[in-house]
């Protein structure tokens, strides 16, 4: 009787213990971010338009509450194979989707271009003459200008729509590298990875107004958090030279006379 007692409290504990350590690690993984998630990192430093191979790709475990959304994972992995990096990259540096070039010659498909969760919204805008010094892979932010009284340019504002977007195309060219003069390119118009949302924001833009934009730095991914909106009568007020105020009279120097030695 003894015996069975024993052996009944002896296996409640041993379950006692066993839910205890499930908690513990549980709770361990819930504090640390939760489950690891295996994206890819790179192994070496590459250049700007160096390929993805193989052997420069690493594999890094993330905690799931720490990975950025445009981190790639390693199921990935195949997808980026013989495409080219946009952007200079550190060793041991997280690979993101807006780090690679958006095609090669081999790989000129639109749709095989676009990431995840995202769209191609190609959209016409006023600086048109830059559309020659752009290239697909570059990133660019866009501005909306519009007039709430048409027949007034004083009512004419500028606002920016969007930060740091990757460049899928221009005109027709998806190619990376300088497009060549046999390229059909439409002067002012390129294609644009956005959200859906994004891609509606533009729509009621050029609807209402236009656009135009301005070509970020390779490296620079730094956003505004809010960018105030900026009207014509404001701007030209603020270039305008303001004149010096002229001083009611002539100032007189008052002067002491020096002490004998």
Same mark, same amino acid.
């Given at each position: 009787?003894?015996?069975? +007692? #024993?052996? %009944? ?10 839910? #205890? ?5 549980? #709770? ?51 997808? %980026?194979?013989?495409?080219?990096? $946009? ?29 995840? $969760?995202?769209?191609? +919204?190609?959209?016409? #805008?006023?600086?048109?003459? %830059?559309? +020659? ?10 501005? $909306? ?30 190619? /990376? ?7 059909? %390119?439409?002067? $002012?118009?390129?294609?644009?990875? /956005?959200?859906? +949302? ?16 301005? /070509? ?13 909106? /900026?009207s014509l009568k404001a701007a030209a007020a603020d270039l305008t030279p303001r004149e010096a105020k002229p001083r009611s009279g002539p100032t007189e120097l008052k002067t002491t006379p020096a002490e004998p030695l």
């Open positions: 009787m003894y015996r069975r +007692a #024993f052996l %009944i409290a002896l296996a409640c504990a041993a379950g006692a213990v066993s839910l #205890f350590l499930l908690y513990v690690k549980q #709770f361990e993984r819930e504090s640390s971010g939760g489950e690891p998630v295996r994206v890819l990192v790179t192994v070496n430093a590459l250049e700007r338009g160096s390929k993805v191979t193989d052997d420069a790709l690493g594999v890094r475990e993330i905690p799931q509450a720490y990975v950025e959304s445009r981190a790639i994972r390693e199921s990935d992995k195949s997808k %980026i194979l013989g495409l080219r990096v $946009g952007a200079p990259l550190q060793a041991q540096q997280t690979l993101m989707w807006s780090d690679l070039s958006v095609a090669t010659e081999e790989r000129r498909e639109l749709s095989t271009l676009v990431q995840p $969760g995202r769209r191609a +919204a190609t959209i016409k #805008f006023q600086n048109g003459a %830059i559309s +020659a010094l752009v290239r697909p892979g570059d990133s660019v932010d866009v501005i $909306g200008v519009a007039s709430k009284d048409p027949t007034n340019d004083e009512h004419r504002s500028a606002s920016v729509l969007l930060q740091n977007v990757l460049v899928l195309a221009v005109g027709d060219s998806t190619a /990376v590298d300088p497009i060549s003069p046999r390229a059909e %390119i439409k002067q $002012g118009e390129l294609t644009l990875s /956005v959200t859906l +949302a994004e891609a509606q924001l533009l729509a009621v833009a050029s609807d209402r107004g236009t656009l135009s934009i301005a /070509v970020r730095n390779a490296e620079d991914r730094n956003t505004a958090d809010r960018v105030p909106e /900026v």
